[in-house]
């Protein structure tokens, strides 16, 4: 069965650090690039950050440069996000998606006139919410 698992979401305050982590089976792991998207309440799902699951290059929105860090262990067939000095915007539901094309993944997290193209990517998970405090 295909299946992304995201795991990791929680409560945390203002300029705190979590790590969400996102499982594979079913597929190629190395062949897909897997990303992480998220959506807040009232606002349209956008990208954060994708890799190759072999690793590599990582892409990052704006938003999130500097401030967040993907991760590949294919060993393990996981990617995780490592996000730090948090801030109350960055609450939302984290999703883990996987697409064949990292190209394709890769401009809809950076080109912000595309990101409605996420509905386009292959392999969604169920989500993980992230509340930051104030």
């Known amino acids: 069965e295909v299946q992304l698992v995201e795991s990791g979401g929680g409560l945390v305050q203002a300029g705190g650090s979590l790590t969400l982590s996102c499982a594979a089976s079913?597929?190629?792991?190395?062949?897909?690039?897997i990303g992480w998207f998220r959506q807040a309440p009232g606002k349209e799902r956008e990208g954060v950050a994708c890799?190759?699951?072999?690793?590599?290059?990582?892409y990052y929105a704006e938003s999130v440069k500097g401030r967040f860090t993907i991760s590949s262990d294919h060993a393990k067939n996981t990617v995780y996000l490592q996000m730090d000095n948090l801030k109350p915007e960055d609450t939302a539901v984290y999703y883990c998606a996987a697409d064949p094309s990292l190209p394709d993944m890769a401009t809809i997290i950076e080109a912000v006139h595309l990101a409605s193209h996420y509905k386009y990517l292959e392999i969604w998970g169920q989500g993980t919410l992230v509340t930051v405090s104030s």
């Open positions: 079913g597929f190629t792991f190395d062949d897909y690039a």
């Open positions: 890799i190759r699951g072999s690793g590599g290059r990582a």
